[in-house]
Nanobody
Framework: VQLVESGGGLVQPGGSLRLSCAAS????????IGWVRQAPGKGLEWVSD????????NYADSVKGRFTISRDNAKNTVYLQMTSLKPEDTAIYYC????????????????WGQGTQVTVSS
């Protein structure tokens, strides 16, 4: 099982980035995929998740209206389009997979990626 994030980097405030999460080794469409971030010196923060049949998305209040999650089950990939980025969005972003939404809410994922760094700074 693998989840591999990509697309992180350094961006100025107000800029945009698109993160990707490529999955393998499990039945991708059966899983919720979430994005979780960890800012320097802070704990894990759930950012967004999407269900397996792409009918439902959820966002933390801190990113609602700025971030968009999507997935392509044919490519086993989930994306996080981030716009209007703020310095407080600086964090390592992880994608993670879970069979059940309750586990997503509890932060109890079955699989995790290695993370990608996003730095928002002028």
């Amino acid at each position: 099982v693998q989840l591999v994030e990509s697309g992180g980097g350094l961006v100025q405030p107000g800029g945009s980035l698109r993160l990707s999460c490529a999955a393998s080794g499990f039945t991708f469409s059966n899983y919720y995929i979430g994005w979780v971030r960890q800012a320097p010196g802070k704990g894990l923060e759930w950012v967004s998740d999407i269900n397996g049949d792409v009918t439902r998305t959820n966002y933390a209040d801190s990113v609602k209206g700025r971030f968009t999650i999507s997935r392509d089950n044919a490519k086993n990939t989930v994306y996080l389009q981030m716009t209007s980025l703020k310095p407080e969005d600086t964090a390592i972003y992880y994608c993670a997979a879970s069979r059940f939404r309750l586990c997503v809410l509890a932060g109890s994922f079955d699989y995790w990626g290695q993370g990608t760094q996003v730095t928002v700074s002028s």
